[in-house]
């Protein structure tokens, strides 16, 4: 079945470092979705990308979709104590209506 | 507006029993989605429930079971409790189906199975 794969699993970052995290599936997708989780939380939708090679920036985060569709990257320019949590990529295959998560990348910001 | 609702936020149980988890989704969306979540994990799919029918299901024994009600509220029951059951469970809804639907999720039922 489609497998959707993240790293780096946590990243500790000093605050005003940059940050990614990258997103791979092992099918081709309709459609990339981010999420975020802060602590004790639950997911957040951030941002859906649909077409191969889209680019979006949301203020200090820009969200990429790969050209083959298989894969996306999520960068912060300039973290924040406020950008500590999850984020999860998730994404649909061509078929049926089942969102995919990733495992998720754990950002740690240090002020 | 109220968003999507869960109950009981926490839930402690011994194996072997039984529990029913419920949703209420965001008004104006009619499809629920059910996904465990295991600390440290990303959410897995449960099933999805849509026209009061499981439209889709993952990877999860029968033990893991639903139901859609005509008010497009929704419940999981969990048969036969087993330690490995002890996880958040997210309530996710969407409009109607459609794979670019984004999805509104509850706060969570965090189950304990002693």
């Known amino acids: 079945g489609q497998q959707v794969m993240q790293i780096p699993q946590y990243q500790h970052v000093q605050e005003g470092e940059d940050f990614t995290t990258y997103c791979n599936s092992s099918?081709?997708?309709?459609?990339i979705q981010w999420y975020k989780q802060r602590p004790g939380g639950h997911p957040v939708f951030l941002i859906q990308?649909?077409?191969?090679?889209e680019v979006k920036k949301q203020k200090r985060l820009t969200f990429q979709f790969g050209e083959a569709k298989k894969n996306s990257s999520l960068h912060i320019t300039a973290t924040q104590t406020t950008d500590v949590g999850t984020y999860f990529c998730?994404?649909?295959?061509?078929?049926?209506?089942?969102?995919?998560f990733g495992g998720g990348t754990r950002l740690m910001v240090k002020p | 507006d109220a968003g999507v609702t869960q109950s009981p936020t926490h839930l402690i149980k011994t194996r072997g029993q039984q529990v029913t988890l419920r949703c209420s989704p965001k008004?104006?969306?009619?499809?629920v989605s059910w996904y465990q979540q295991a600390l440290g994990q990303g959410p897995q799919f449960i099933f999805q429930?849509?026209?009061?029918?499981?439209?889709q299901r993952g990877n999860f024994p029968d033990r893991f079971s639903g139901h859609q009600f005509p008010n497009y509220s929704s419940e999981l029951n969990v048969n036969a409790l087993l330690l490995g059951d002890s996880a958040l469970y997210l309530c996710?809804?969407?409009?109607?189906?459609?794979?670019?639907?984004?999805?509104?999720f509850g706060s969570g039922t965090q189950l304990s199975v002693l």
């Open positions: 099918t081709t997708l309709s459609n």
């Open positions: 429930y849509y026209e009061e029918e499981e439209r």
């Open positions: 996710a809804s969407s409009m109607a189906s459609g794979p670019n639907e984004k999805l509104f």
């Open positions: 990308l649909v077409k191969s090679g």
């Open positions: 008004s104006g969306h009619d499809t």
């Open positions: 998730a994404g649909y295959g061509n078929a049926g209506n089942m969102l995919t």
